[in-house]
T-cell receptor
Framework: AQSVTQLGSHVSVSEGALVLLRCNYSSSVPPYLFWYVQYPNQGLQLLLKYTTGATLVKGINGFEAEFKKSETSFHLTKPSAHMSDAAEYFCAVFRDDKIIFGKGTRLHILP | DTAVSQTPKYLVTQMGNDKSIKCEQNLGHDTMYWYKQDSKKFLKIMFSYNNKELIINETVPNRFSPKSPDKAHLNLHINSLELGDSAVYFC?????????????FGNGTRLTVT
């Protein structure tokens, strides 16, 4: 069973606009959640993670995500998109001693 | 200083050949992984090692054989390569495989089987 579901395989936003990438997780998994980013021809790098504590998590490059248990969601946001944000974004969950990734969302930034 | 390094970066070979990919990390981590990323960017774990011991072995054909000579190195040997093995293979490492320790990825090895 899919542990995380990312809504939208491609998302396009204008430079300066709000970025919203959606992720829902299976309620059967512990809420250890992550967002990773993959720039072209590179490996993934961690943007942010939620394990315990504050439900609003701040990450690198101005990104943040909010853990909402009632909605089983962990959406990624950034107030103002920059051209350098164009990349593939992966939501992930820790389960069965491993990190399982969603299918990814390609973020396109329009000039 | 590269944290997780993989070689080679590109690998083009013919069906039926045997090839190896090497990975090294200098982060002092004790857990290392191989992930496979297909053409649709889907990323799936293949193996993980903790202190040279195999701890995760997903449903992977036995043509794939990982080997960890020490906790800083994890290699992947693939026998009798098939067209479907074409993908990008990522090595990663973390501390103790804990949920609190993020994965650090190499830049990948793009394998093309013709």
């Amino acid at each position: 069973a899919q542990s995380v579901t990312q809504l939208g395989s491609h998302v396009s936003v204008s430079e300066g606009a709000l970025v919203l990438l959606r992720c829902n997780y299976s309620s059967s998994v512990p809420p250890y959640l992550f967002w990773y980013v993959q720039y072209p021809n590179q490996g993934l790098q961690l943007l942010l993670k939620y394990t315990t504590g504050a439900t609003l998590v701040k990450g690198i490059n101005g990104f943040e995500a909010e853990f909402k248990k009632s909605e089983t969601s962990f959406h990624l946001t950034k107030p103002s998109a920059h051209m350098s944000d164009a990349a593939e974004y992966f939501c992930a969950v820790f389960r069965d001693d491993k990190i399982i990734f969603g299918k990814g969302t390609r973020l396109h930034i329009l000039p | 200083d590269t944290a997780v390094s993989q070689t080679p970066k590109y690998l083009v070979t013919q069906m039926g050949n045997d090839k190896s990919i090497k990975c090294e990390q200098n982060l002092g981590h004790d857990t290392m992984y191989w992930y496979k990323q297909d053409s649709k960017k889907f990323l799936k774990i293949m193996f993980s090692y903790n202190n040279k011991e195999l701890i995760i072995n997903e449903t992977v054909p036995n043509r794939f054989s990982p080997k960890s000579p020490d906790k800083a190195h994890l290699n992947l040997h693939i026998n009798s390569l098939e067209l479907g093995d074409s993908a990008v293979y990522f090595c990663a490492s973390s501390h103790s495989g804990s949920y609190n320790s993020p994965l650090h990825f190499g830049n990948g090895t793009r394998l093309t089987v013709t």
